[in-house]
């Protein structure tokens, strides 16, 4: 879905496509990551009963923020990397300015895909998922928490403000790609809440699992440098309590993921997959 949303051709209302732009947007979110919260919004959709190309849609705009993101965080200004996924970041293999530009199309991109008819019937559906999106990628979501980590460098951070960046920076997104699979399968109000509430712990333990990953993990495996926290001086959990302490969380947070789940039986075993698989993974 993804190859065909990010081709060449103009839609209505546009006038050009540069094609480096779309080639640097191509190569951004065309390039092998695990669509860990794209996967997690189908499996949500599923679970309720609605799988289709307009979930699809709707997962690939999801997707497209998520490649944005990982773009900017990439540049210098930010995090400086010049490998992702195992090849050079978007700045190194185009140039800063096309960076930044095809992130800024990418993320443009995900509303003009969440308006897309197919993603739902009824409008106001598409409204609210689109407002939703907004705020988990925005001031208060994920570029907010990334503001909030800028500024925690080298500084000491207690518990509560480490667990609030980094629901901002990383949990919002995945909080959403489970809550919108739900509304979109037209699922109930507690069963959104539910799920909700689900991509809130993945979220958490996601953000251990990286953290783990950045002390002890393998640059080769993980296709990006590891040790950069420490270096950066960068406030995480794994800092503050420890390695064993946070093996212990992420136990926790997958049994809260499954009892969560408890309620669906068989028909949630992919998305429990999901949960064991964010807390587990070597990359
Ligand atoms: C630039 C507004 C803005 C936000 C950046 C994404 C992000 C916020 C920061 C990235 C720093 C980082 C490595 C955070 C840890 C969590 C994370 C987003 C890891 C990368 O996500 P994966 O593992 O990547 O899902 P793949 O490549 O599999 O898609």
Avoid at 62 to 74: M, N, R, T
Avoid at 263 to 282: K, M, N, P, Q, T
């Amino acid at each position: 879905m993804l190859d065909r949303l990010l081709l060449g051709q103009t839609e209505e209302g546009e006038l050009a496509r540069p094609p480096r732009l779309v080639e640097a947007m191509r190569y951004a979110a065309l390039s092998g990551g695990k669509r860990l919260r794209p996967g997690l919004m189908l499996a949500a959709a599923r679970l309720f009963g609605r799988d289709d190309d307009g979930v699809l849609v709707a997962a690939a705009a999801l997707e497209c923020i998520h490649c944005y993101s990982l773009v900017h965080d990439d540049l210098p200004a930010m995090d400086d990397d010049d490998l992702r996924r195992g090849r050079p970041t978007v700045h190194r293999a185009f140039d800063e300015a096309t960076a930044i530009l095809a992130g800024d199309a990418l993320l443009t991109l995900a509303f003009d895909l969440v308006a897309d008819p197919r993603v739902h019937a009824e409008a106001c559906v598409r409204l609210a998922a689109s407002r939703d999106l907004a705020r988990a990628a925005g001031i208060g979501g994920m570029a907010g928490g990334q503001m909030l980590d800028l500024a925690a460098e080298h500084s000491t951070l207690g518990e509560t403000e480490i667990r609030l960046l980094q629901s901002m920076k990383t949990g919002a997104l995945i909080r959403y790609a489970a809550r919108t699979g739900a509304r979109l399968a037209d699922a109930s109000v507690e069963d959104i809440a539910r799920l909700t509430r689900f991509g809130e712990v993945i979220g958490l333990a996601f953000q251990l699992a990286d953290d783990l990953l950045d002390v002890e993990g393998d640059a080769a495996a993980l296709g990006k440098a590891a040790g950069k926290d420490a270096a950066a001086g960068k406030a995480t959990l794994v800092a503050l309590k420890g390695t064993a302490w946070t093996r212990a969380e992420l136990g926790r947070l997958v049994a809260e993921a499954e009892t969560l789940l408890a309620a669906f039986g068989e028909r949630a075993a992919s998305l429990a997959a999901l949960a064991r698989f964010v807390a587990a993974r070597d990359r």
